[in-house]
């Protein structure tokens, strides 16, 4: 049986424990809901008081020369490029995710006029479902969006596929996918390869330039810990620069925006995909949230992950055994930094945990979910997350009438 103490001795070894520092969470907070809603960091604290203090209170709408605010869109992007493997002048900063994924669609459906479908996972979280079918529709030829069992992938591949787009890290299961692997596949048959890096940017070190990836798009508010609505992010391989177009152009993305010409020319670069005005606020949160991270390594936050979701998955199948399906992989190379639980009452379970301090969530129809953030979860947290499960399965709270009517929220 692993005990506190074991865990105890495990936060006194770790390397990344100092970090925890760096986060503003209430001492009694076991917060398992990271990939949903990262927490504040200090340095967002510092970066958004200096942006409304100084650049925004002082400045005025001088700042736009004087803090370069059209520039933070793309100095964002050079900041974020280590996390996913890209190089400066790569990555751009900007709209949120389900916007980032529409740009990408719109744009590389011009690059294959002659492929008539683009192919994604049934299970692929809905809003991706819903903008690739809705560019679909745009294009002005007929495109079919093929939703497909990923597992499959290798029969649908053919030379009229235009676009394969998938979720490197499940948002239900935490199955993680082999992205180089996968990549290589679509690319022999001349399609485009478009990840979406939601539930993996700063959970899985990641690397766009070897494994060869077109486009990629993530989120700013979930492990980045950009805050609520962040800004997302959107990767273009070097090759594809000036070549695939913003299908939502604006005046920002124009090369000359201050000339105020009545014609479209595309600035150069990753600006291309600017659309509108930068949510300089937002970005300044997502830049004070980015400091942790270069303060460790990916591979430092993949170590600590596995170790804490291996650790989660033990304390669960001896305490509780036979309680829940685990439908994460066991295996390394196939996990996330998730552990998904499956029980036919896991919303009143993930209530009665919240109700007792313990944060996950809940997806619909039976999973309970769980993240794990290296950068401030501790080893103790764990354990006691588990003796809290513990006793809400045991003490049947979870069966309370009270979890009977759903929150707007899960
Ligand atoms: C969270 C998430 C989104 C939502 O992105 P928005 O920024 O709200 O548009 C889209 N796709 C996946 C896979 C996600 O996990």
Not at 133 to 139: K, N
Request: aromatic residues 8%; proline residues 4%.
């Amino acid at each position: 049986m692993i005990t506190r103490d074991d865990c105890r001795a495990l936060d006194e070894r770790d390397p990344l424990a100092e970090l925890r520092g760096e986060f503003i969470l209430a001492k009694e907070e076991i917060y398992l809901d990271g990939n949903s809603l990262g927490p504040v960091t200090r340095g967002t604290q510092r970066r958004v008081n200096q942006v409304i203090e100084h650049e925004w209170a002082e400045g005025l709408v001088r700042s736009w020369n004087a803090a370069q605010w059209m520039d933070a869109p793309l100095k964002l992007g050079d900041r974020l490029a280590p996390l996913i493997g890209a190089h400066a002048g790569e990555v751009l900063v900007a709209d949120t995710l389900t916007f980032l994924l529409a740009k990408i669609i719109g744009g590389s459906l011009e690059l294959r006029p002659e492929r008539h479908v683009i192919i994604t996972d049934a299970v692929n979280f809905h809003s991706d479902l819903y903008i690739v079918a809705g560019m679909a529709r745009l294009v002005g030829r007929e495109i079919v969006v093929k939703t497909i069992d990923r597992n499959t992938l290798d029969e649908h591949l053919d030379e009229d596929v235009a676009l394969v787009m998938l979720t490197q890290v499940d948002f239900r299961t935490g199955e993680m996918l082999d992205m180089a692997g996968i990549t290589r596949a679509v690319h022999e048959v001349g399609a485009l390869m478009l990840w979406d890096f939601a539930h993996s940017t700063g959970a899985v070190p990641l690397d766009v330039t070897s494994a060869d990836v077109d486009f990629a798009a993530g989120c700013g508010y979930k492990y980045l810990n950009g805050g609520p609505g962040a800004p997302a992010f959107m990767y273009v391989a070097p090759r594809w620069q000036g070549v695939l177009r913003n299908p939502l152009p604006g005046w920002l993305g124009h090369a000359r925006p201050f000339d105020f010409e009545s014609t479209y020319e595309s600035a150069p670069g990753m600006r291309a995909y600017v659309t509108s005005s930068p949510s300089v606020i937002a970005l300044g949160a997502l830049d004070g949230a980015l400091e942790v991270f270069e303060r460790t390594t990916m591979a430092a936050i993949r170590e600590k992950s596995l170790a804490l979701t291996d650790l989660f998955i033990e304390l669960v199948e001896e305490s509780l055994p036979g309680v829940f399906e685990l439908v994460t992989p066991r295996e390394h190379d196939q996990r996330g930094s998730q552990v998904a639980l499956r029980h036919s009452n896991g919303y009143g379970i993930i209530q009665a945990l919240i109700e007792r301090g313990v944060t996950g969530d809940f997806r619909a129809p039976d999973i309970c979910r769980f993240g794990f953030a290296p950068l401030y979860l501790r080893y103790v947290d764990i354990y006691d997350a588990v003796q809290i499960l513990v006793e809400v399965m045991s003490s049947s709270a979870y069966l309370d009438t009270k979890y009977e009517r759903r929150l707007a929220v899960t």
